[in-house]
């Protein structure tokens, strides 16, 4: 996955929703390279769990017998959008507390090894 500021329709929006929006300021100033860096980070059980989110929001046909094509609004478009930066969010901070529970209990069982 790349970003390119030129092309990056996805962050540009009207003036008074952007001025309300410090996160989508923040976006909009990030160099290409870090928000790559980001999409890079993501594990692919993070990238699983989004992909059958979005899969389930617009409903899957099998390929093979259906021509699918999804046709939707530039709202839904934004609010699909949104779901899946929130639900991908919402994933890697749980992946990350996991994470760390895993060191804790493993550091935890190590020093009662040691009692």
Do not use: C
Not at 30 to 53: D, T, W
Not at 78 to 100: D, K
């Amino acid at each position: 996955m790349s970003f390119d500021p030129d092309s990056a329709n996805y962050l540009r929006i009207d003036s008074e929703m952007m001025d309300a929006n410090a996160l989508l300021r923040y976006l909009q100033h990030q160099p290409p390279e870090v928000l790559e860096r980001v999409a890079r980070s993501v594990s692919p059980q993070v990238k699983q769990i989004i992909s059958h989110n979005v899969q389930g929001l617009l409903g899957v046909l099998p390929s093979e017998g259906f021509q699918v094509k999804v046709t939707t609004d530039r709202e839904n478009l934004a609010g699909l959008l949104a779901s899946a930066m929130l639900t991908g969010y919402f994933l890697r901070q749980m992946e990350q507390r996991m994470e760390l529970e895993d060191q804790i209990f493993d550091s935890s069982m190590r020093s009662s090894d040691l009692d």
